[in-house]
């Protein structure tokens, strides 16, 4: 039924990703499927931010970024489910459903720290997730 499964973790709060891990593991082996761990890092946005910071200064970021997802992967999903680190830059929930477009993924995981389905929720990265998504999202409460 699912064959690539999204899964987007903010590597500074990984422990609200725990039961979204075990869960995304356990449906790549139900149905076989890959899974891409995503996490996003916010862009400069606008030239005037851009211009405090060296030229080299995302590439560098980004490349830490990398490193730290892909021991994070090491860590934490075993050997016999495939998965591939995605690493990008800018707005969250836009850059979530612009690499599942891109995959073609068939399912989104994603963490949330929201407590309840109230004012914090709908304001949250998972809630527009869910929103604009055009294939199932399982949203995960840390």
Request: glycine residues 6%; aromatic residues 6%; contains cysteine.
């Amino acid at each position: 039924m699912f064959k690539k499964i999204l899964m987007p973790i903010d590597l500074q709060e990984t422990h609200l990703a725990v039961k979204a891990v075990k869960i995304a593991i356990d449906e790549a082996r139900k149905h076989g499927a890959e899974v891409y761990v995503m996490t996003v890092m916010p862009g400069f946005g606008m030239p005037m931010v851009a211009s405090f910071f060296p030229d080299n200064a995302m590439k560098k970021a980004l490349k830490e970024i990398g490193a730290e997802l892909k021991r994070y992967i090491a860590a934490n999903f075993p050997k016999d489910v495939t998965v591939h680190p995605v690493i990008t830059e800018g707005s969250p929930a836009e850059r979530i459903l612009a690499q599942a477009k891109t995959i073609g993924a068939d399912l989104i995981i994603i963490p949330s720290h929201a407590q309840s389905l109230g004012q914090v929720f709908l304001g949250s990265c998972a809630a527009k997730v869910v929103e604009h998504a055009t294939c199932s999202v399982m949203v995960i409460k840390g």
